[in-house]
Each structure stands twice: as C-alpha cells, then as structure tokens.
Nanobody
Framework: QVQLVESGGGLVQAGDSLRLSCTAKTNDFNGYGMAWFRQAPGQEREMVATASWIPNSFDYAYSVRGRFTISRDNAQKTVTLQMNSLKPEDTAVYYC???????????????????WGKGTQVTVSS
C-alpha cells in the first residue's frame, strides 16, 4: 500500500504562485497514476490535475488549465503541482492521490484512487 505525504501550501495573495509536493512511500511508484484533488468548504472534492502512469499523459480541470502544471519524478517518487496566477477561488484543501495503473480517464472522477494524502491547506486572499 502506498503512503503519500504532502508539503507546501500556505497563505498567499491573488496572483502569487505556490508549489505543492507529494512524496510517495512505495517501491512501485512507476506503476501509479498520480493526481491532485481539492476540496473547498461546503463543496465536493474535485480533480485538479492528473499524471498517468503512462509517460507524458496529463489532464487538468478546466478551471486551472494554463495556470497549474503537474509533474512527476519517478526517480524521486514525487509529484508536484506548480500553481501560478492563483485566485481566491483556488482556496481549498489540496490532496495528493495515487491510483495503481491509473490513467487520466480513470482518475478523473476520484473513484479509482487507492491512497490519499492527508491534505494541505491553500488559501488565496484577494
């Protein structure tokens, strides 16, 4: 079973950038699709970005396309989310997620996730 530990997050102003990182404790990182989800107060958890276990296959929520970039480093067993041009509506708890053999399609709905991180708070002030 993979374990996920997130880092990063915090309080920033609108227009600022922030970088989230997630380190996976597993010997089989290459076989996991990785993703970032977020949940704002009173709202359902939503997919932000996914990185398939298949190389160079990524997907983004429409609301973050062009501003956020997901990347993975299989050697370091990490996945990062670079967030630029942050908006107040990006405020949420962000969760790292792992899915065995996960593709961008299978992970989009959040139902095929095998492990979740504990979450990290991102707050964007206007």
């Amino acid at each position: 079973q993979v374990q996920l530990v997130e880092s990063g997050g915090g309080l920033v102003q609108a227009g600022d950038s922030l970088r989230l990182s997630c380190t996976a404790k597993t010997n089989d990182f290459n076989g996991y699709g990785m993703a970032w989800f977020r949940q704002a107060p009173g709202q359902e958890r939503e997919m932000v970005a996914t990185a398939s276990w298949i190389p160079n296959s990524f997907d983004y929520a429409y609301s973050v396309r062009g501003r956020f970039t997901i990347s993975r480093d299989n050697a370091q067993k990490t996945v990062t989310l670079q967030m630029n041009s942050l908006k107040p509506e990006d405020t949420a708890v962000y969760y790292c997620a792992a899915s065995w053999a996960g593709t961008v399609a299978s992970m989009r709905g959040g139902n095929a996730i095998d492990a979740w991180g504990k979450g990290t708070q991102v707050t964007v002030s206007s």
